[in-house]
Nanobody, 122 residues
């Protein structure tokens, strides 16, 4: 299983950005996908997760109403639409693949991408 994130760039505060995660080498159904992030000097934290059908999503409180997670099983891809970006959203964003009942813990996810850097400037 390989996960490759893309889309991270430098963006101004209050701007929007969409991250993509392409998965290969796996059956994309019956699993849960997630996005995590890690700011410099901080621990990695949960951002959002989505089930295999896309019918169930869950977000960290600090992104609710601003970020949207989605997936396209025909393309084996997961997306993170990020709106109203804040300075504190600056981080490396990671895509992760987990078991069907995965929650918000890193240990629920067994495969990880290399990350993509998002930098929000004022």
């Amino acid at each position: 299983l390989q996960l490759v994130e893309s889309g991270g760039v430098l963006v101004q505060a209050w701007g929007s950005l969409r991250l993509s995660c392409a998965a290969s080498g796996c059956t994309f159904s019956r699993y849960r996908m997630g996005w995590f992030r890690q700011a410099s000097g901080k621990e990695r934290e949960f951002v959002a997760t989505i089930n295999w059908s896309g019918s169930s999503t869950y977000y960290a409180d600090f992104v609710k109403g601003r970020f949207i997670i989605s997936k396209d099983n025909t393309k084996n891809a997961v997306y993170l639409q990020m709106n109203s970006l804040k300075l504190e959203d600056t981080a490396v964003y990671y895509c992760a693949h987990g078991w069907v009942g995965a929650g918000t813990r890193e240990s629920d996810f067994s495969s990880w991408g290399q990350g993509t850097q998002v930098t929000v400037s004022s």
